[in-house]
């Protein structure tokens, strides 16, 4: 018999452990100050008696083994792409992107980009809630200042966005020691109630679920929309993965957070077997009186930091959708220069800034805000569990197993989604709203960038025909290098350098058509950056690949040029761009016209090439181009 030895976690590891526990697990951490009190909440809600109560704790605990434990840490989080996680990680690990529309792969492609579209509405609503359901404890611990719930909550939003230029990473080192005592703190106070009434842990038995909907049958199926709060903070577990990897996520799930959350809620169970008018709010009743003004004011620093797991997925999520070419270039700020996954994306920041205070103002209370929250977790949830699906059958994970176990998460996921979808009328219309206008902004993005490439083909020049014009007409040859960006890797010359050749009647003497390329995966060794043909005349097709975690750097990849025999001096290279002037017309035949307002509009706001491909300014020419739509 032989056994292995884990070895202890170096410091290192408990720092990234720590830092981990600060930014992924403060949604799913911060559930127990709302989940249970809204599964007793509303109209149809089941009764608070001790057959209900300990079935609605079953279906909590159970909910986190399954989903939590089981789906994502056990079977998601094996479907990284080389140690990216979200749902864009996982369409690309299906490849999709060269699919034609009608194929299964492109469909899921469509699903998956949808998935991603419903996350942005979660990254507004999870701050507004959590931060609002913690300020709220006010009404506990100082009554008298019930009337600033909404301006605190405001001002205490407006901080942490501010703080995100910092980065993830040093912002999880400051938030991660407190996490650690907020979870400390869940446990001893759940430690607390479980001795007042032990009697509750037999809520571990799955039997009180099923007896739960056996006596209550549709209001049963109704409170699966409440209980879905204590497993929301899932997708945007699966979304930071890149930042911090998959064993300090797991670690810090099953030694620290799993059992801080089960303690709390089973000692909130117990409380309200004794005290069932706690109901209001059991989670602040569940402490001492001489702790409720500091618990108010832990929970809701664990609320701010709660928010900072879906930003930062967000921020992941919106880089990785750029340079798959699913959304316009936008400002991407590394914060940390040895960190790919640090990011920070002003535009998405402030956007986020502004709905989270609008849900805010607009609701007024958590409890109206939990009417919005839910549906667009779970569905996504359900899109995450059909692609892991087609990841695992394609890469040949277990089939039978994978195959078990997804339809056992499509059965549990479905239930979530259905029990969700009353609250559409109530608020759930919001999260689908938004998905719905950033799916058409992709749509739209994408169909767009297709219809200018066909555009510009009509004008652009045949590789031949121009190799054959530098030979036979009396061109000027200049000395030194342009760099010409293109699109696409293809036979046609583009319009750009046609135009400058045009008015110039001038060529360098070395010419590189240089294309962009992104792979299906996040990141792409050096060794692997380019690949050129050499077309002669001085002419080289040559291809940049990154993966689509990486940004892109042009004149720091051509310096690689010289380990593939061609020596480029970046410095004095002359890089030319073409600068399109978009116009929609209804007359001529395209894109429908709202569809191509909308492009027109997104590649004008787009960020300039210069700064996204870090070109340098003094060296870049831009060509002017006007393209009817």
């Known amino acids: 018999m032989t056994g292995t030895v884990t070895a202890a976690p170096s410091k290192k590891q ?28 509303g109209s149809g809600a089941p009764a608070l008696d001790l057959p209900d109560l300990l079935g609605v704790l079953s279906l909590i605990l159970w909910s986190l083994i399954l989903v939590i434990s089981i789906k994502y840490l056990v079977f998601v989080l094996r479907a990284d792409n080389q140690g990216e996680g979200g749902i864009i990680a996982l369409v690309a ?32 609503i999870t701050p507004a809630i959590s931060v609002l359901s913690a300020v709220e404890g006010l009404r506990v611990a100082a009554p008298q200042l019930a009337p600033f719930i909404v301006p605190f909550t405001i001002i205490i939003l407006l901080l942490l966005f501010m703080v995100q230029r910092r980065g993830s990473g040093q912002i999880g080192r400051l938030f991660g020691p407190i996490m650690l005592l907020w979870f400390l703190v869940l446990a001893l106070l759940g430690l607390r109630g479980i001795i007042s ?3 509750v842990l037999v809520a571990f038995n799955p039997l009180y679920s099923i007896q739960f909907f056996s006596h209550n049958g549709l209001a049963a199926f109704l409170t699966l929309g409440s209980v879905f709060l204590v497993v929301t903070g899932g997708e945007a577990l699966y979304a930071d993965l890149g930042h911090f990897g998959v064993s300090p996520i ?32 059991p989670f602040f009743y569940l402490a001492p009186d001489w702790a409720s003004l500091p618990l108010v004011l832990l929970a809701t620093v664990a609320t701010v930091i709660a928010s900072q797991a879906v930003i930062s997925g967000t921020f992941s999520l919106t880089r990785q959708a750029i340079q798959l070419g699913q959304l316009p270039r936008m400002r991407v700020i590394y914060t940390q220069a040895d960190e790919s996954g640090q990011i920070y994306l002003p535009l998405v920041n402030w956007l986020l800034l502004v709905a989270c205070i609008a849900l805010v103002i607009g609701f007024g209370s958590s409890d109206a805000l939990a009417s919005a929250y839910g549906v667009a977790v779970s569905l996504d949830m359900v899109v995450t569990t059909l692609l892991a699906i ?5 890469y040949r994970w277990r089939p039978g197993l994978a195959l078990w ?5 499509i059965i549990i996921d479905n239930a979530f989604l259905g029990a969700n979808l009353v609250k559409i009328p109530e608020g759930g219309w919001y999260a689908l709203l938004i998905a719905g206008l950033i799916f058409a902004l ?7 960038r297709a219809l200018l490439a066909t555009r510009l083909s009509k004008r652009a020049m045949q590789m031949e025909a121009f190799l054959q014009k530098l030979k036979t007409d009396s061109l000027y040859r200049v000395p030194g290098t342009a760099v010409v960006m293109t699109g696409h890797y293809g036979p046609c010359v583009p319009a750009a350098l046609m135009q400058h050749i045009a008015c110039t009647q001038v060529v360098h ?18 060794s692997e950056r380019l690949d050129f043909e050499d077309l002669g005349q001085g002419v080289i097709r040559m291809r940049v690949h990154y993966g689509f975690s990486q940004p892109p750097n042009i004149p720091l990849a051509l310096k690689l040029g010289e380990h593939v025999g061609i020596p480029i001096d970046t410095d004095a290279a002359i890089y030319i761009l073409g600068h399109e002037a978009l116009i929609a017309r209804r007359e001529v035949p395209g894109l429908p016209y709202w569809q191509e307002l909308v492009f027109v509009w997104l590649a004008r706001n787009a960020a300039r090439a210069t700064a996204y491909y870090h070109l340098p300014e003094d060296r870049v020419l831009e060509l002017g181009l006007q393209v009817s739509l």
């Open 14 to 41: 408990r720092v990234v452990l720590l830092s981990a526990l600060g930014v992924v697990f403060g949604d799913i951490g911060t559930s127990p100050l709302y989940a249970l009190r809204e599964s007793f909440g």
């Open 93 to 124: 690990l299906l490849n999709p992107w060269k699919t034609k529309p009608g194929q299964a792969r492109y469909v899921l492609m469509l699903m998956g980009l949808f998935g991603a579209c419903l996350l942005y509405g979660d990254g507004t």
């Open 197 to 199: 009434h032990p009697a």
């Open 250 to 281: 797991r670690r810090a799930w099953f030694l620290i957070v799993f059992p801080a959350l089960f303690l709390n809620y089973l000692g909130q169970g117990a409380m309200l077997m004794q005290h069932p008018e706690a109901i209001r709010a």
């Open 390 to 394: 087609a990841v695992a059958r394609r």
């Open 405 to 409: 176990l997804g339809a056992l998460f």
């Open 442 to 448: 992709m749509w739209s993005w994408r169909a767009g």
């Open 509 to 526: 003497e070395r010419v590189i058509f240089l294309t962009v390329i992104t792979a299906d995966q996040p990141h792409v060794p050096a």
